[in-house]
């Protein structure tokens, strides 16, 4: 079983749908949980952080995590042909430092 | 401010050759970290250089190596290329536990 376990898509939806990926993972130990967006031929950009249980919200993102049943989820709301990206989830015992990636969801947003 | 950079973007190497991959952190970051992008795999955590020292390290063979010099720009290095190392590998800087950034990769191909 991996670390960290990422529905690798690929996913289609319209403009304007919310848009929702997760990812689940086995180690108790990771407390730090990022969420990454990376453009074909581009790295990975970091777009919400987060090391509590919860909901964290930036603009149309909305980042969840589920300690206890181990599980993360980002929700993107009226989501935009220019969101069409591969969404990582990542997290990491110790922040930054042996993050663990899941594989990546591929997401094309349709005008 | 300029952002974490990599070079060379591309890189050929035959099997059994050595490949060296250059990184330069943002200015101020101390960390760098480096990860293997390999098409089907996700990223995976190969090394954490910080304040000039190796702090961690993925599970790869000791044919990745690295270092990081005084001005906090790193280097990777990987000898006896098998083809099985093609891959994107990326490179990461923080400063200390905040966000970490990625540069835009170096794409090796072993042949």
């Known amino acids: 079983q991996k670390e960290v376990e990422q529905d690798p898509g690929p996913l289609s939806v319209p403009e304007g749908a919310i848009v929702s990926l997760n990812c689940t993972y086995s180690n108790s130990a990771f407390q730090y949980f990022m969420w990454y967006r990376q453009y074909s031929r581009k790295g990975p950009e970091l777009l919400m952080y987060t090391y509590s249980s919860g909901n964290k919200e930036d603009g149309r993102f909305t980042a969840q995590v589920d300690k206890s049943s181990k599980y993360i989820s980002l929700f993107i709301r009226d989501s935009q042909p220019s969101d069409s990206a591969t969404y990582l989830c990542?997290?990491?015992?110790?922040?930054?430092?042996?993050?663990?990636f899941g594989a990546g969801t591929r997401l094309t947003v349709k005008p | 401010e300029a952002g974490v950079t990599q070079s060379p973007t591309h890189l050929i190497k035959t099997r059994g050759q050595q490949a060296t991959l250059r990184c330069s952190p943002i200015s101020g970051h101390t960390s760098v970290y480096w990860y293997q992008q390999a098409l089907g795999l996700g990223l995976q955590f190969l090394l954490w250089?910080?304040?000039?020292?190796?702090?961690n390290r993925g599970n790869f063979p000791p044919r990745f190596s690295g270092r990081q010099f005084p001005n906090y720009s790193s280097e990777l290095n990987v000898n006896a290329l098998e083809l099985e190392d093609s891959a994107l590998y990326l490179c990461a800087s923080s400063l200390g536990h905040d966000d970490a950034f990625f540069g835009q990769g170096t794409r090796l191909t072993v042949v």
């Open positions: 250089y910080d304040e000039g020292e190796e702090r």
């Open positions: 990542a997290m990491s015992p110790y922040n930054n430092n042996d993050m663990r």
